[in-house]
């Protein structure tokens, strides 16, 4: 048996394997003699069915079988010995029948065509500069956080004058032209949230109204989309064309968030460790809780950077027409030419980062080892009860879950993603040149959503 290579140009290449008689006779004989002695076939004992007749029967399935396996195994051992650098797996070479006679077996020779991964240069060294943005925990973002916190345990009340972060329950009735009320008309009771409001005139034209209050109000005005007015309304949103926007509201009752206290009570329910015993404290683990958030987020960015610059300055070439042919192939379902065409340039980009990827890895002797993954998996665990301000278990526990999850394949791969873009992510800041920069919180969320 036999293997020869065949460059078509620096990106494919054709790979002929060649197989002789001694190199499958043995095995087919063997095959069908296994064969022989369990096969039943009628008028005959089993175990005594005529080697020829089995030989008549299925030896060209069997030939087949034993010319597949001998054929991939010389391919696998050809690539690995001359350490080739492929992209998917060898596929039959196109318009190429197979050389040799089933009726009358002899040599074969079967092609396949293989696409090489390509040489990449990286464009990423130490003069490489790139922004690292933060975000400024000042006094007003601490300010607002603990707001929410108070909110988040406060409790509804209610009272009679509506302001500017209540819920108003009312009614909507449909008006005639005259400003009376429709008969038959939409009436739906429903609740609106002005803190959610983005329309300055309506939050205007709500406030300092009072309970049993009725005015005038265009739904319009306290709705997001159609989708919002239609439940508001009580209709279904293809009814919308036929109800008009002029409407009576009623309010029924003025619900008000009443923020818990600062005290005792309330640092126990946020954190169980103990350690935040006066507001002093609080503002001090908000703070803390916000930078620790932020650095996570801003490395995040860092990183979505770095991809985004790799990706487009990195040159490369890639055998396209065999990828093409490959994805057909080795798909689990048809994929038709169109859909192909249409999904083959995001294909080729997150090939290329894969690759990109790969390559920083091996450059750089960074490894993913099973102590590493396992201390990290039990850090994630650890984080998750401390953001519900929960002491964490024991350390064999911990190890114990963190194994656990581990074995599940979805959770694995989602726990590995995260622990190599991590080290990406520590790979880049140790190697780029860092321009800091510290922006206000909304000019932070603004660069976060950037694609």
């Not at 000042?138 to 009679?160: F, H, M, N, P, W």
């Not at 930078?291 to 990183?303: A, G, P, Q, V, W």
């Not at 694995?412 to 873009?421: K, Q």
Request: aromatic letters at 10%.
């Amino acid at each position: 048996m036999n293997v020869l290579r065949q460059d078509v140009d620096a990106l494919n290449a054709v790979l002929t394997v060649k197989i002789n008689p001694e190199d499958y006779q043995p095995k087919v004989k063997a095959a069908v003699e296994k064969y022989r002695k369990t096969a039943k076939i009628p008028g005959f004992r089993p175990g005594h069915v005529p080697q020829g007749l089995i030989q008549k029967q299925y030896g060209k399935a069997f030939l087949a079988e034993e010319l597949n396996k001998l054929a991939n195994d010389a391919l696998y051992k050809f690539i690995i010995e001359n350490k080739l650098d492929i992209l998917g797996n060898p596929i039959p070479k196109e318009n190429s029948d197979v050389v040799g006679n089933f009726d009358q077996p002899t040599d074969f020779e079967f092609s396949f065509e293989i696409g090489f991964s390509p040489v990449l240069d990286l464009p990423l060294n130490e003069k490489s500069k790139f922004d690292y943005y933060t975000v400024k925990v000042d006094k007003e973002l601490i300010d607002k956080q603990v707001e929410d916190l108070q909110r988040r345990y406060g409790k509804l009340t209610s009272a009679e004058t509506v302001e500017e972060r209540d819920m108003v329950l009312g009614k909507f009735e449909e008006l005639n032209e005259d400003g009376s009320i429709k008969e038959g008309g939409v009436s739906n009771s429903t609740t609106i949230s002005l803190e959610f409001l983005s329309d300055k005139k309506s939050i205007k034209q709500l406030v300092g109204k009072n309970v049993n209050e009725c005015f005038e109000l265009d739904p319009n005005s306290v709705s997001k989309d159609d989708k919002d007015k239609a439940t508001m309304l009580g209709v279904n949103e293809d009814e919308l064309k036929s109800v008009g926007n002029k409407f009576q509201f009623t309010i029924t009752d003025v619900k008000r968030m009443e923020l818990a206290a600062l005290d005792e009570f309330l640092f126990e329910k946020l954190y169980m460790d103990g350690e935040v015993k006066t507001e002093e404290d609080l503002r001090k683990r908000v703070q803390d809780d916000l930078e620790n958030m932020f650095s996570k987020d801003s490395e995040r960015i860092l990183t979505r950077d770095v991809y985004q610059y790799l990706v487009n300055e990195t040159k490369t070439e890639f055998p396209e027409s065999f990828l093409k042919r490959w994805i057909k192939v080795s798909s689990e379902k048809p994929v038709s030419d169109e859909d192909l065409d249409k999904e083959f340039d995001a294909y080729l980009k997150s090939l290329k980062w894969q690759l990109i990827q790969t390559k920083i890895f091996k450059d750089n002797n960074i490894q993913l080892n099973n102590e590493e993954v396992i201390t990290y998996t039990k850090s994630l665990l650890a984080g998750n009860y401390a953001q519900y301000g929960i002491p964490a278990p024991e350390d064999a526990e911990l190890t114990e879950t963190a194994t656990r999850l581990l074995k599940n394949k979805e959770q694995a791969n989602g726990i590995y993603d995260r622990l190599a873009e991590q080290k990406l992510t520590e790979f880049f800041k140790s190697t780029v040149k860092l321009n800091s920069k510290a922006v206000s919180y909304d000019e932070f969320v603004e660069i976060a959503s950037k694609n």
